[in-house]
């Protein structure tokens, strides 16, 4: 379960040091390879496992009620994006 961030979290955050454009580069090879690494893992992980990500993609989308965050309509979006594309790999 997910705690309120406290405002001493934040002033960490504020102070952190920026990123430099080489480690943004590695960061975004870093996800490129995991995202890779997903798609061969889900292209060959049962129906069971690919079910579980079709659920927790809808449980993170809003529920009524709720309010719609954008990045966590993009990363559910993203998930299903990735279970997507493991089909491309499935011999069934």
């Known amino acids: 379960m997910c705690?309120?961030?406290e405002?001493?979290?934040d002033?960490?955050?504020a102070s952190a040091p920026l990123l430099t454009n080489t480690e943004l580069l590695h960061?975004?090879?870093?996800?490129?390879?995991?995202e890779n690494l997903m798609i061969a893992?889900?292209?060959?992980?049962p129906?069971?496992?690919?079910?579980?990500?079709?659920?927790?993609?809808a449980y993170i989308s809003p529920r009524p009620g709720?309010?719609?965050?954008?990045?966590?309509?993009?990363?559910?979006?993203e998930m299903l994006?990735?279970?997507e594309r493991s089909g491309q790999f499935r011999s069934d």
């Open 47 to 57: 129906a069971e496992q690919r079910e579980l990500v079709r659920e927790l993609a």
């Open 41 to 45: 893992l889900l292209a060959r992980a």
């Open 11 to 13: 002033e960490e955050l």
């Open 27 to 34: 960061l975004r090879i870093r996800v490129i390879a995991l």
């Open 81 to 83: 994006s990735l279970l």
């Open 3 to 5: 705690q309120p961030h």
């Open 7 to 9: 405002a001493s979290d």
């Open 66 to 77: 709720f309010t719609p965050h954008p990045m966590t309509i993009r990363a559910a979006n």
